[in-house]
């Protein structure tokens, strides 16, 4: 069943495949055949809309190494080719532009900036403590993203979406725990809505009424004192006023990684339905939908079974069902759903973990969560790689090889990346920049 949105762009059905950060760039941080050959495998595979990974608008604040920057330094080619191949089977293929603010791993800056000086707590020391932005460098972020969405349509791409999730820098602004500042980027919620309300008008402005513009945004950070449920309501309705196309519903940050299920302490004990337990967010999706009248609505998270899937979107309780990890592991699962013929999508997540024992008996439940949490992703990270290379998934994997793998890859990226963390950048807009 095909979806219009509000700004006359037509998805052909209603899965989607969500972001994941590929860490495929070239040394100048540019996208490779990789993409190419990874998202040529995914457009065939059925999906109305693939969401790329995390493309950063600047290259001293990396989410990971790897990550594709776009700036002022070229690069063109390539997106062309990777919107090329990923839009091959007549799909969307919309960039995710995001920055890290403080969720930036020393490997790729020891000096990250946030909304205020708070520092991430857990993470066993990999992302360094940041210093607060100034209200000028707080503006050419927010050029920086449009420049980065008047690329991405340049260059192919057909939407663009606005990651304010997960605990990256838009959501650290929109977070009472992160965002301490006294001025107008910080305090009452309407001041902490100001820089995704305002990265949204630039990005806008850029792109033109005519171009799907999209935003992540979490349904709450499940922690004490952050990003509640309410204030994610009214920031939805907020962005609907203003014309957002999509609202994609994930929710969690590194402290607390909520869209992958865990939830932790701070999810209220209640019981919940089997569906409901399936997929993480569907419990916010009519509070949602009552508040954000007529906008599209996407949910992420969890979803494994074609059957639920079809309820939700058929009793118009969600309008696209957003599908991540399962990709790693079957890129055309979207025309096995859509042709009936499957019924379970892939859950290796289950059984990837390090083991107590392993661990130590000294290792705080905390430790063991984030070394878990690390392990998951680092082995969906190498299926990308296997398939950004034509092969086939490595089901085999062990959730150690994974990770240790992982970072040793990641360190061989840093050292052979040309940009050295802290050296000063000419900008994209043309504005000053400092290191
Ligand atoms: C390997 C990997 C990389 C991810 N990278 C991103 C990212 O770049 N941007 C983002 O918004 N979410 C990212 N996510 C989160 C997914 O988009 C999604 O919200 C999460 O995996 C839950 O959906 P699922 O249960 O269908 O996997 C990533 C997840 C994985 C497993």
Redesign the pocket.
């Known amino acids: 069943m095909p979806l219009t949105l509000p700004c006359g762009a037509v998805l052909e059905n209603r899965l989607a495949k969500?972001?994941?950060?590929e860490g495929l760039a070239d040394v100048n941080d540019n996208a490779t055949g990789r993409h190419e050959t990874l998202y040529g495998r995914w457009s065939d595979g059925g999906a109305g809309m693939l969401l790329t990974?995390?493309v950063m608008v600047d290259r001293r604040y990396l989410?990971r190494p790897g990550n594709v920057v776009i700036d002022a330094n070229g690069g063109h080619d390539s997106l062309r080719r990777w919107a090329a191949a990923g839009t091959r089977a007549g799909n969307h293929l919309w960039m995710?532009i995001?920055h890290p603010g403080r969720q930036c791993t020393r490997m790729s800056s020891s000096h990250p900036v946030s909304p205020s000086s708070e520092k991430l707590e857990g993470m066993m020391g990999l992302m360094a403590p940041p210093r607060a932005l100034e209200v000028w460098e707080i503006e050419d972020v927010i050029r920086r993203f449009a420049h980065v969405a008047r690329t991405a349509k340049e260059t192919g791409f057909t939407g663009v979406q606005i990651?304010s999730?997960?605990g990256y820098l838009a959501s650290q602004f929109l977070s009472p725990r992160a965002n301490r500042r006294t001025d107008e980027w910080g305090g009452s919620l309407r001041n902490r809505a100001r820089f995704v309300l305002e990265v949204y008008k630039a990005v806008r402005e850029a792109v033109g009424s005519d171009f799907p513009v999209a935003a992540?945004l979490n349904s709450a950070d499940f922690q004490k004192g952050g990003f509640s449920k309410e204030e994610s309501v009214q920031v939805a309705r907020w962005l609907a006023e203003l014309g957002l196309d999509l609202i994609e519903i994930?929710g969690g940050t590194y402290e607390q990684l909520a869209?992958?299920?865990d939830k932790g302490d701070a999810l209220e004990k209640k019981a919940e339905s089997t569906r409901r337990r399936e997929a993480y967010f569907l419990e916010y999706a009519r509070d949602m939908r009552a508040a954000i009248d007529g906008m599209p609505l996407m949910i992420?998270?969890?979803?494994r079974t074609p059957d639920l899937m079809r309820e939700v979107v058929d009793s118009g309780e969600v309008d696209v069902i957003?599908?991540?990890?399962?990709f790693?592991v079957e890129t055309d699962l979207a025309k096995g759903i859509l042709g009936g013929s499957s019924e379970v999508l892939p859950t290796p997540e289950k059984s990837l973990r390090l083991g107590p024992g392993l661990l130590g008996r000294a290792s705080s439940v905390r430790t063991i969560r984030t070394l878990n949490g690390q392990a998951e992703?680092a082995w969906?990270?190498r299926q990308?790689i296997e398939l950004s290379e034509g092969r086939e998934p490595v089901l085999s994997l062990g959730a150690w090889s994974a990770m240790v793998g992982h970072f040793a890859r990641e360190a061989g990226i840093v050292r052979r990346r040309r940009f050295k963390a802290q050296k000063p950048l000419a900008l994209a807009s043309g504005t000053e920049s400092q290191g």
């Open positions: 969500g972001a994941m950060t990974g995390n989410e995710q995001s990651h999730a997960h992540k994930s869209s992958f299920g992420t998270g969890g979803f957003g599908i991540a990890r399962p790693c992703v969906f990270y990308i």
